[in-house]
C-alpha cells in the first residue's frame, strides 16, 4: 500500500484531492516540513494563518524567526542526544533559521537570560540524573540563580529508557524548571523511549513548524522587575546592604588539611558597585556559643540592658553584634587587671611587658582571661568598656560583575584552632561556615582597592597568589575574559596539595583551554618532600618572568603579607639580578620603580 | 593501509583493515596517528595542572597497562568544589598463568603501600592490579616492577591481553609443562612497543629499520584479544569465555597438544541488541609444537577481517558470526599453512577452585586460599596483606593467582606446612576457606568507586549480598551446595557473569539484571530472568527457584541445570 492511496480519517474527497496533488508536488524534505507543519498546527495558529492568508496552499509567512535567537541545548551520555541536536539544527537551518548549538557542557550560563527561543534535548542517567556532563547546567537552572525566563519560549525533548523508574526525568526536569522561571512552552515535551529516531523526528518536526507557521511571539516587554527597580541607594560600612547568600560551599576536598570556602552573595538591588581588585566588608556576628559562655564567666544576664550609640540593647544582642568578643586586645587586659586587681595580669601592664602581653595575648581570648581571672558582680558596662567595637572583616572579590552581574563572590578561608582545649574559630569565617542558614544574608558594602586594578587591555599580567590569595585574580581572569582581552596573562598558584587545594581548579583549566589565560603554573608545598612555593616556580622560570617584565607585565601580588609577600619580592629581585644582570641596589629601585608605575602592585594580609 | 592477506574465499570486507582509515571508527585512526602509542603521554605526565592525561592519551595509556579512573564517590562533590575528578589510576601488571614468585609477591606489596593505598586486586584473569595510584606515581611503580622482570605491557588496549592458565595444582607435571607455553604465547602475543620502554623506563628512542610493529602494524588489533590455556577436568579459566582458547591433552607420555577452541566473549554493549554473550566454538586439534603458530594465525585473522568501523561489534567472536565458522576456521588453516587435527575428547567437570592443601604429584604441597573479590589488604581483625607478605617472606615457593580471584600458595615443602598454617593462624587467615558453597565459588568485579564503566556496585556489594542469598540456601538445607554467583557493575561482564548459575549486571545504582541457568563449570549460557530490579525482587524471585530446586532436584543435578530443566515451569 502506498501512502497516496490512504484516505486520511474523515477527509472529504475536495480535501483528500488537495492533499494528494500537493503532495505528489513536494520533495522528500519539503515533505517532512510539511508534515511537521500540519502537525504543529493547533486551532489557535489556525485561525491565524488562515486569516492571514485565506487561501495558502502553502505557508507563505516568511520565517520571522529570524529576528528572534534560536539555541539549541544537549545534554548527552551516549552521544544520541548529541546526533539529534546536530540533526535538529541542520534541519532549522535549512528552513532558514539562524542557529546555536551548544553542550549543557559547554554553555556559558550567564547567558540564558537573553535566551528567546530554546530547544532542549537531554538523556537520563542512572536514577533521573542527567548527563555527566550537563550537571553543571542542571544544578544552575534548578538553583536560585537561575534568571526569569519570561522573555523565553522552549520545547524539550527526553530522552529515556522506560525500564527506569524515573523515564525520561531529566527532561523532565527541564520541562518542569523552565516553566517554573517563566518560559512558554510553545511545543509539549516529547519523552523518547530507547526507539526514538521516530518520535524525535515527529518533535522536531512540529517544533520546527512554529517558525514557519506564524511570527514568534510577539517581542518581549520589559520585565516588570526591571521597571519596579529601587533608586540606587548609598550603601557603604555605616550602612551595610543586606547581601543574600546565594551559595556557600567547601572549595577544598575530602581529605583537605585546611578548610577554604567559597561565598556568593547577591547584591542586586542595592546599587552597588565595584571593579575587579575590590574588596567586600563584611559585617559578621560573634557566635552565641561564644558570648552565651562569656556571660556565663562573668555571670550576667543576657538580657542586661545596655546603652550604645544607637540606642539601647540586651546584653547578649550587643556582644553578638557589636564588640570583639574572642580576641583579646593590650586595652581589654588593663581593663580588666583593674577591675580584678589581678597581680598576674599587672604585670603584664606597661613598656616592660611587652613582650609577654604579646606572649599572653596569643594565648589567651577574652573568655579564657576573664575564667582565669573572674570579676564577681562586674557590671555589663564595665565588660563593654575594654571591648573593642566589632570591626567588618574585608575580603577580596573573587568574581567579575561583568560575569556574576549584581554578585560578589568571597574566597574565604575558615579559622580553626584550639586553645585551652576548647575549639576556636574565626568571627567572619566561622560565621560563614557554620551560621548561615538557607535565606540568610550578611551586611556588606564595597571597600574599593584603587592599588589593585587591571592595566589597558593589551598589557600582559603576571598574577602570583597563595592560598585565599587567588580571589582578586579570579575577578581579573573573569573580567578579562568577558572583555576578550588580548593581553596575556600568567598566574603562578600557591598551596598545600594538589588533590585537595586546588582552588577553581575546573575554572582555571578551562580558562586555560580557552587560551584566555595564556600560562599557569602551580607550587604545592606538602606533596613532595621538599617543600615548593611561589616563589620556587618563579626562580625555575627566570628567563620567563623576566621577559615578560620586559614586555611591559603588570606583577600582581595576592596572599599572606608576612611570608609570602617578602619570598616574592625576594624572588623577584633575585630575577632581576641575575637576567637583567642588575646589582641587588638597581634591582631594587627598580621593583620601586615598577611599584612607581602601578606594575607592582599588592594586596596583601 | 592494506591488508596481508589474501582470502581463500570471498568475503566482505567493507568494514575491516582494508579500507582507508576515514571509512573506519575514530579509534582506527587514533592508534594509527599515534606513533606506534607514544602519542603525547610523556608531556601529559609533565602536566601539572590536572592529575589526567589528554583523552587521546588516556586510550593510548591503555596499550600500556594504565588505566586512567577516578573516585566515583567523589564525583559529584568535587564537582561542586570547583575540584577534577579525583583521577587516579589503575595499572595492571602482565602476569601470564598468573604465577608470581616470593620475590615478586614482596615487590608488589610495597608498591601497594607506596603507591596503591595498601590494596591490591587479583583479577579474574589471574593477574594484580594497583588502584588509586597517582599520576606523578605511575613512573616509579613502573620501573620498581620492572626490576622484578614484571611489566604492565598490553594488560589493557586492543591487544593480546594477559595469558591465562589452569593452576591446578595437583597435575604439576602438566602445569609447569602448559605454563611454559602459555608464557611463551605472552610473550610472543603482545607488541614489542617500544613506545612502553621510552615513556616509563626513560630509554631513548632509536631510529627503527624496519616497521615497528610488524604483527600489529599502526592499528593493532580491532579489540582486545583474550588467550587462555586449560587443563581439564577444572576449566577455571572458563576456556569457552575466550578469543582462543587451548584445551591441554595429555597421553602417557605428557603434553600432547591442545583442542582450539575460539570465539568466545563475554562483553555486551548496554542497550545495544546487536551485542551478546557467546562461547568459544571447539574447531580441532593441534600439536603442542604447533601452539604459536595456530596462535598468530587466529589472531591475523581476527587482525585482518575484525569489524573496524564498530567498537562493539568488533571482538573476534562477531567476526566469527559474520563470516561463518566455517570460513573462519579455513582462513585460520591457510594462514597457518595446516589443518586442524580432529578434537580430542575431553571432559570438565567445574570452574571452580578447590580450596585448601592438595598435594601434587610431585610430592610438593599447595594450599589455596579463598580471597573474597580477590581483594587484598588489611582490615581490623584480618591483616591479609601483611599476613601475605610475611607468608612471602617465610616461603621461597611462590604463588599462583586463579582465574576465580583465589591464591595459591604454592609449592610447600611438607615439612613447611605446618609454618603456613602457623602464619595463616597466626594473621586471623584460616577462617577465610570457611565460607559457603555460594561464597567460595562467588565473582564480583571492582565496579564503584574507581570503575569507569560501572552502572551499580559490585565488590562492594557482594559481601551483603552473599548472607542474604545464604540465608535463603540454609532455609532450604542447601548451605553446603556449590553455587556460581557472579556480580557484575556494568552489562561488560569483567566478572564472566553470563556463564553463571546465578549473576547480576548492574543497570543503574541498586539496580540489577537477574540471570539464571548458567553451567556449573561454564559451559552454557545463563539467560537474564528478571530486568532492571532492586534487591527485594532479586530476593524473592531467587527465594522461589531456590526453594523448587531443593525439592524437585534430581541426584547430583546442579543449580543452574536445574534452572534449565525447569524452564518456563518456574514462572508458573
Known amino acids: ?605 | 593501509m592494506s591488508s596481508t592477506l589474501t582470502p581463500h574465499a570471498p568475503t566482505d570486507r567493507s568494514r575491516d583493515l582494508s579500507q582507508p582509515l576515514d571509512a573506519l571508527g575514530p579509534d582506527e585512526t587514533l592508534k594509527a596517528d599515534s606513533d606506534q602509542l607514544r602519542g603525547t603521554i610523556a608531556l601529559s605526565l609533565l602536566d601539572r595542572i590536572t592529575g589526567a592525561v589528554s583523552d587521546r592519551d588516556t586510550k593510548l595509556m591503555k596499550f600500556q597497562g594504565v588505566y586512567q579512573q577516578d573516585d566515583r564517590d567523589l564525583r559529584d562533590e568535587r564537582r561542586r568544589q570547583k575540584l577534577e575528578p579525583a583521577y587516579q589510576f589503575m595499572a595492571r601488571v602482565r602476569l601470564p598463568g598468573g604465577v608470581c614468585t616470593s620475590e615478586q609477591w614482596l615487590t608488589l606489596d610495597a608498591l601497594a603501600r607506596e603507591h596503591g593505598r595498601g590494596t591490591l586486586r587479583i583479577t579474574t584473569r589471574q593477574t594484580f592490579q594497583f588502584h588509586w595510584v597517582l599520576k606523578d606515581s605511575l613512573r616509579p611503580l613502573i620501573q620498581k616492577l620492572h626490576t622484578v622482570l614484571l611489566d604492565t605491557i598490553s594488560a589493557c588496549g586492543d591487544d593480546a591481553r594477559g595469558v591465562m592458565c589452569s593452576v591446578d595444582p595437583h597435575l604439576s607435571a602438566l602445569h609447569a609443562e602448559v605454563y611454559a607455553i602459555a608464557r611463551q604465547a605472552s610473550d610472543h602475543a603482545i607488541p614489542r612497543m617500544r613506545a612502553y620502554h621510552e615513556i616509563w623506563y626513560g630509554e631513548t628512542r632509536v631510529a627503527a629499520s624496519g616497521p615497528e610493529e610488524p604483527f600489529y602494524g599502526r592499528t593493532y588489533m580491532p579489540r582486545k584479544f583474550k588467550i587462555g590455556f586449560v587443563i581439564p577436568p577444572v576449566n577455571d579459566i572458563d576456556v569457552y569465555t575466550q578469543d582462543l582458547g587451548f584445551i591441554a591433552v595429555a597421553g602417557p607420555d605428557g603434553l600432547e597438544g591442545f583442542n582450539v577452541a575460539i570465539g568466545g566473549g563475554m562483553g555486551r554493549t548496554d542497550q545495544a541488541p546487536a551485542t551478546y554473550p557467546r562461547l568459544a566454538d571447539v574447531i580441532g586439534f593441534v600439536p603442542k609444537d604447533r601452539v604459536l603458530a595456530a596462535s598468530d594465525a587466529v589472531m591475523a585473522v581476527q587482525r585482518e577481517y575484525g569489524d573496524r568501523r564498530d567498537r562493539a561489534r568488533a571482538r573476534f567472536k562477531y567476526t566469527i558470526d559474520d563470516k561463518g565458522l566455517d570460513w573462519i576456521v579455513r582462513e585460520i588453516e591457510a594462514v597457518q599453512g595446516f589443518a586442524f587435527e580432529p578434537a580430542r575428547p575431553f571432559e570438565f567437570t567445574t570452574n571452580g577452585d578447590v580450596l585448601g592443601w592438595r598435594r601434587g604429584e610431585d610430592g610438593r604441597h599447595h594450599h589455596t586460599l579463598f580471597l573474597e573479590a580477590g581483594r587484598i589488604d588489611n582490615r581490623p581483625g584480618r591483616p591479609l596483606l601483611d599476613g601475605l607478605r610475611e607468608i612471602a617472606r617465610a616461603h621461597p615457593g611462590g604463588f599462583r593467582l586463579t582465574p576465580n580471584q583465589n591464591l595459591v600458595i604454592a609449592n610447600v615443602a611438607a615439612r613447611d606446612r605446618q609454618l603456613i598454617e602457623g602464619l595463616l593462624e597466626g594473621f586471623g587467615l584460616s577462617e577465610l576457606n570457611a565460607g559457603s558453597g555460594l561464597r567460595r565459588n562467588a565473582i564480583a568485579c571492582v565496579a564503584l568507586p574507581t570503575c569507569g564503566l560501572a552502572m551499580a556496585e559490585a565488590e562492594r556489594y557482594l559481601p551483603s549480598l552473599a548472607p542474604k542469598i545464604e540465608a535463603i540456601l540454609e532455609r532450604h538445607g542447601l548451605i553446603e551446595e556449590p553455587i556460581t554467583l557472579r556480580v557484575s557493575g556494568c552489562p561488560n561482564g569483567c566478572s564472566r557473569p553470563y556463564v553463571a548459575e546465578i549473576a547480576l549486571t548492574g543497570r543503574a545504582p541498586g539496580k540489577y539484571n537477574l540471570y539464571l541457568g548458567g553451567g556449573f563449570h561454564g559451559q552454557r549460557l545463563n539467560r537474564m530472568d528478571l530486568e532492571n530490579v532492586g534487591e527485594a525482587a532479586i530476593l524473592a524471585r531467587l527465594d522461589t527457584v531456590i526453594a523448587r530446586y531443593a525439592r524437585e532436584r534430581l541426584e547430583g543435578e546442579r543449580f543452574g541445570d536445574f534452572v534449565v530443566r525447569a524452564g518456563r515451569d518456574l514462572d508458573a
Open chain 1, 1 to 605: 500500500m502506498t501512502l497516496a492511496e490512504f484516505p486520511g480519517p474523515g477527509l472529504s474527497e475536495e480535501q483528500w484531492r488537495l492533499i494528494r496533488s500537493l503532495a505528489v508536488s513536494l520533495s522528500s524534505s519539503q515533505l517532512s516540513w510539511v508534515s511537521g507543519y500540519f502537525a504543529g498546527f493547533d486551532e489557535g495558529t489556525r485561525g491565524r494563518v488562515a486569516a492571514a492568508t485565506p487561501q495558502a496552499p502553502e505557508p507563505a509567512a516568511p520565517p520571522q524567526a529570524a529576528a528572534r535567537t534560536l539555541t539549541i541545548l544537549f545534554g548527552s551520555e551516549t552521544g544520541a542526544s548529541q546526533d539529534l541536536a546536530a540533526t535538529l539544527a541542520r534541519r532549522a537551518e535549512d528552513q532558514g533559521l539562524p542557529v546555536r548549538l551548544f553542550d549543557m557542557g559547554a554553555y556559558k550560563v550567564r547567558q540564558l537570560k537573553d535566551e528567546q527561543d530554546l530547544l532542549l534535548i537531554s538523556s537520563t542517567h542512572g536514577e533521573g540524573d542527567p548527563p555527566q556532563a550537563a550537571a553543571d547546567f542542571f544544578e544552575f537552572l534548578e538553583s536560585r540563580k537561575a534568571p526569569r525566563l519570561e522573555q523565553a519560549r522552549f520545547s524539550v525533548l527526553a530522552l529515556g529508557d522506560s525500564t527506569y523508574e524515573r523515564f525520561c526525568e531529566a527532561g523532565r526536569r527541564l520541562d518542569r524548571r523552565l516553566e517554573e522561571l517563566g518560559a512558554r512552552r510553545f511545543e509539549p515535551r516529547a519523552d523518547c523511549d530507547v526507539d526514538y529516531e521516530e518520535p524525535a523526528a515527529a518533535w522536531m518536526g512540529r517544533v520546527l513548524s512554529h517558525f514557519a507557521a506564524g511570527p514568534a511571539t510577539p517581542a518581549p516587554t520589559a520585565p516588570a522587575a526591571l521597571a519596579a527597580r529601587p533608586e540606587p541607594t548609598a550603601f557603604d560600612r555605616k550602612r551595610p546592604f543586606p547581601a543574600a547568600v546565594i551559595d556557600n560551599l567547601v572549595l577544598t576536598g575530602r581529605g583537605s588539611s585546611k578548610e577554604t570556602r567559597h561565598l556568593e552573595l547577591s547584591l542586586e538591588g542595592s546599587g552597588l558597585t565595584f571593579e575587579p581588585g575590590d574588596a567586600l566588608g563584611l559585617h559578621a556576628r560573634n557566635d552565641p556559643a561564644v558570648v552565651a559562655a562569656l556571660l556565663d564567666a562573668v555571670a550576667l544576664s543576657p538580657e542586661a540592658p545596655v546603652s550604645l550609640k544607637g540606642g539601647d540593647l540586651p546584653l547578649g544582642e550587643a556582644l553578638e553584634s557589636a564588640y570583639e568578643v574572642t580576641a583579646a586586645t593590650p586595652r581589654f587586659l588593663e581593663q580588666w587587671a583593674q577591675v580584678t586587681g589581678a597581680a598576674g595580669l599587672k604585670a603584664l601592664l606597661g613598656d616592660d611587658g611587652r613582650e609577654a602581653r604579646s606572649a599572653f595575648l596569643r594565648g589567651h581570648q577574652v573568655i579564657d582571661i576573664v575564667r582565669a581571672f573572674p570579676a564577681p558582680g562586674v557590671a555589663p558596662v564595665t565588660l563593654l568598656a575594654g571591648l573593642r567595637p566589632l570591626q567588618p572583616r574585608l575580603y577580596s572579590i573573587a568574581s567579575s560583575p561583568l560575569v556574576a552581574e549584581d554578585e560578589a563572590h568571597l574566597t574565604v578561608s575558615t579559622v580553626r584552632f584550639a586553645l585551652h582545649g576548647t575549639p576556636r574559630s574565626g568571627v567572619a569565617s566561622g560565621h560563614i561556615a557554620d551560621r548561615l542558614g538557607e535565606d540568610a544574608t550578611l551586611p556588606a558594602y564595597i571597600q574599593p582597592n584603587p592599588h589593585f586594578r587591571l592595566p589597558e587591555p593589551e598589557r600582559p599580567i603576571l598574577m602570583i597568589g597563595a592560598g585565599t590569595g587567588v580571589a582578586p585574580f579570579r575577578a581579573f581572569m573573569q573580567h578579562r575574559e568577558a572583555q576578550g582581552t588580548p593581553g596575556r596573562s600568567w598566574l603562578v598558584l600557591g598551596e598545600r596539595n594538589f588533590r585537595t587545594d586546588f582552588l577553581y581548579q575546573t575554572e582555571w583549566q578551562a580558562l586555560l583551554r580557552d587560551q584566555a589565560l595564556t600560562r599557569m603554573d602551580v607550587a604545592f608545598s606538602r606533596d613532595g618532600d621538599r617543600k615548593l612555593y611561589v616563589q620556587h616556580r618563579l626562580l625555575e622560570h627566570a628567563a620567563e618572568v623576566y621577559a615578560w617584565i620586559e614586555d611591559g607585565a603588570c606583577v600582581y601580588v595576592c596572599g599572606d603579607a608576612a611570608r609570602l609577600a617578602p619570598d616574592v619580592h625576594e624572588a623577584l629581585a633575585t630575577i632581576l639580578v641575575e637576567q637583567g644582570r642588575l646589582s641587588r641596589e638597581d634591582a631594587e629601585e627598580r621593583l620601586r620603580g615598577l611599584a612607581r608605575e602601578h606594575r607592582y602592585q599588592r594586596d596583601v594580609y
